[in-house]
């Protein structure tokens, strides 16, 4: 039976929750596939993951700020519409709890930010911390390969 090593293939079924429900859940959709060491899950989740035999199904509870790092208030910040209107869709309305990708500065990759507020000036405030930092998780798991 194949076991859960650094750099392993995965396809599993896998929820993530916090305090406040589901952030992401697969077992009601096709399996996710990921390899582990690529991003996909925080260094943590995958910590718990190393070992694993083929087959098992588990939930494990990670204490507040283990999964995604601490809430870090300076990581919200407000960002002008001038800016927002060069980097995307200048009709683009924003809403509380949107989630807007942006480009990293080399253009190479992307973060995320999640809409706190409008301003009436239409600058926007984004919170760039995951939306589990600081809070427990639950990690639910059922692995149903291993490569």
Do not use: C
Request: aromatic letters at 8%.
């Amino acid at each position: 039976m194949a076991i859960v090593e650094p750099g392993s293939f995965l396809t599993l079924h896998y929820r993530l929750a916090g305090p406040q429900g589901d952030i992401i859940n697969t077992f009601n959709d096709k399996p996710a596939t990921l390899s582990l060491g690529s991003g996909t899950l925080s260094p943590a989740v995958e910590q718990r993951l190393l070992g694993m035999a083929e087959g098992t199904r588990a939930v494990l509870d990670i204490p507040a700020g283990e999964a995604f790092g601490e809430h870090i208030p300076d990581m919200q910040q407000w960002v002008a519409r001038k800016l927002l209107d060069q980097l995307g869709d200048p009709t683009e309305q924003y809403a509380v709890g949107d989630v807007v990708q942006f480009p990293t500065p080399d253009g190479l990759g992307s973060y995320a930010g999640t809409v706190l507020q409008v301003g009436p000036e239409g600058a926007v405030l984004f919170d760039f911390n995951h939306p589990l930092a600081g809070q427990p998780v639950t990690f639910e798991v059922e692995l149903i390969g291993v490569l």
